[in-house]
C-alpha cells in the first residue's frame, strides 16, 4: 500500500473546517422549520458557495425586521443580506470555524511541535490559551468543556486529569468532544500498523476532557476511520466498495480489543465499545439497503444527530460510506459534497458531525477532490492547509531518520529504531 499524499492530509483537516464552516449554520435549521425543505435549501446554499454567490451570515440569533422567504417567514439571520453585524460575524463573508476546528488545529500544532515526547499538560495549556483567544468569537464551546478549560487555568494545570473525571457526577462526559479534534492523531501515528500510538495517544488527550468510556471509544472509532480513508483513498487505485471499506474498518476496531499492542490499554474502557459495535451493524444494514432504505427520519432515530459520542460518531462514518454511491435525494456527482450534504441534512449536531464526515472524507479523495471554493469560503483555510503540511512533513522526516517514537501510557516516550515505517 502505497503512502498517503500530502494532499490527502491537507484533505483530512480541510475537511474538518468546511464540515465545521458550512455545518454550523444549519444547526437548528430543521428544528425551526423555517424552511418547508431543509435538503433543498442546503444545496441551493452550497451551489451558491461552489460559484461564489455565498451570502455572509453571522451567528447572532435571529432580528426582528430580517427579510423573509419568498413565503413570508423570517430568513434566519445568517441569510440575511444585510450581512454580518455582530457575535463574531466574518466581515469578509468567509464562513466562520467553531471549536471543532479550533481544538484540532492546536491538537495539530501541539504534535507538530513535540519532539517526541508528547507532554498532556502542555497540550491542556493550548487547549486553554486558545479557548482564551476564542472568547470573543463566539466558537460554541460546549458548557462542560469551558469549565474544564477554565478550571485548569485556576489550578494553574496542576493535575489536568483530575478534573474531567468528577464531571457528571463521576461518570465523565461521552459529548463527541474527543471525536471532533481527533483527526491529527490518525494522521501522526500513520506509520505505526500496530495502532499502538494511535490507541495512547487518543485516550491520553481524551482524558484531558472526556473520561467515559463511550467518549473514549467514540475517538477511537473517528480516529481509527480517518486512519483507514487515509490507507484506502487517495491515488490508490483499487478502491473498496463501502461495505468492504466497512468490513475491514470493524475488524481494526475490534481487534483494539485483543490486539497486544493496544488491549491493555483499551481493556479498562471496555464498556464503551459494545454500542458501537451496534452502530457498526446498523451501517451495515443501511447500507446493504441501498438509498431508498435511508428515510432521513430512521438514520436520525437509529444512528443519531446528538453531541452524544454513540449518537454523532458513527453517523458521520454513515455519511462518509452512503456517499460512494450517488444518492437520489442529493443533486452532485462530487463525494465530498455528497457526504457533507448528507450530514448537514440529518440536523442536529451538524457542525460536528460535518467536520467528521469531512475529516474522513477529505482524507479519503484528497484536497483535490473537492469542491472548487469551499476550502478558500472558510475562515483560516490557508492556516489549516499549512498546519497539514508541517504535520505531513514531520511525520515523513521521521520515516527517512527511520526513527518511530514510542509513548507509554504515561505520554513519555522512548526512541525506537524500527523498521515498521510502512503501512500495510
Ligand atoms: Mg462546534
Redesign the pocket.
Given at each position: 500500500m502505497s503512502q498517503p499524499s500530502l494532499n490527502q492530509w491537507q484533505g483530512c483537516l480541510a475537511g474538518v473546517l468546511v464540515g465545521?464552516c458550512f455545518g454550523?449554520p444549519y444547526e437548528d435549521l430543521p428544528r425551526k422549520k423555517t424552511f418547508p425543505n431543509t435538503i433543498e435549501f442546503i444545496q441551493d446554499d452550497l451551489e451558491k458557495i461552489k460559484i461564489g454567490e455565498m451570502i455572509p451570515y453571522d451567528r447572532g440569533i435571529k432580528k426582528p425586521g430580517n427579510p423573509s422567504s419568498p413565503d413570508g417567514k423570517p430568513l434566519p439571520s445568517w441569510m440575511s443580506s444585510s450581512g454580518s453585524s455582530s457575535g463574531g460575524a466574518s466581515n469578509s463573508g468567509l464562513r466562520q470555524y467553531?471549536?471543532?476546528t479550533s481544538m484540532t488545529i492546536t491538537f495539530a500544532k501541539f504534535l507538530i511541535d513535540s519532539n517526541n515526547s508528547l507532554d498532556y499538560v502542555n497540550l491542556a495549556r493550548r487547549f486553554s490559551a486558545e479557548y482564551e483567544l476564542d472568547k470573543p468569537k463566539m466558537?460554541?464551546y460546549g458548557p462542560g468543556v469551558k469549565r474544564l478549560l477554565t478550571k485548569f487555568q485556576e489550578v494553574n494545570f496542576k493535575d489536568v486529569f483530575q478534573y474531567a473525571l468528577e464531571t457528571f457526577d463521576g461518570q465523565g462526559s461521552l459529548g463527541n468532544g474527543c471525536g471532533?479534534r481527533i483527526s491529527p492523531v490518525a494522521l501522526y501515528t500513520i506509520n505505526d500498523p500496530t495502532l499502538e500510538r494511535l490507541v495512547d495517544i487518543t485516550i491520553d488527550s481524551c482524558l484531558l476532557t472526556h473520561t467515559h468510556p463511550q467518549g473514549i471509544f467514540g475517538g477511537i472509532f473517528q480516529a481509527l476511520a480517518v486512519r483507514q480513508a487515509l490507507l484506502f483513498g487517495g491515488r490508490r487505485k483499487e478502491k473498496p466498495s463501502a461495505i468492504e471499506f466497512l468490513n475491514t474498518f470493524e475488524t481494526e476496531f475490534k481487534s483494539i480489543l485483543t490486539n497486544g499492542a493496544t488491549s491493555r490499554r483499551t481493556a479498562t474502557y471496555r464498556t464503551g465499545y459494545q454500542i458501537y459495535q451496534d452502530k457498526i451493524n446498523v451501517i451495515r444494514r443501511f447500507l446493504e439497503g441501498g438509498p431508498s432504505s435511508w428515510d432521513l427520519k430512521k438514520v436520525i432515530d437509529e444512528l443519531g444527530n446528538e453531541v452524544l459520542s454513540p449518537k454523532s460518531i458513527p453517523t458521520a462514518l454513515f455519511c462518509f460510506l452512503a456517499s460512494f454511491q450517488e444518492i437520489d435525494f442529493i443533486n452532485t456527482d462530487n463525494h465530498f459534497q455528497r457526504a457533507i450534504t448528507l450530514a448537514f441534512t440529518l440536523g442536529g449536531d451538524t457542525?460536528?458531525i460535518g467536520g467528521m464526515t469531512g475529516a474522513i472524507c477529505g482524507a479519503y479523495v484528497g484536497l483535490d477532490g473537492f469542491p472548487q471554493k469551499f476550502v478558500a469560503s472558510c475562515e483560516a483555510s490557508g492556516k489549516i492547509l499549512n498546519v497539514a503540511e508541517k504535520l505531513y512533513g514531520k511525520c515523513m522526516t521521521q520515516i527517512l531518520l527511520n526513527i518511530r517514537p514510542v509513548f507509554n501510557s504515561s505520554g513519555f516516550s522512548v526512541e525506537n529504531p524500527g523498521n515498521e515505517l510502512h503501512p500495510g
Open positions: 465545521d454550523f467553531t471549536d471543532d466558537r460554541g471532533m457542525d460536528t
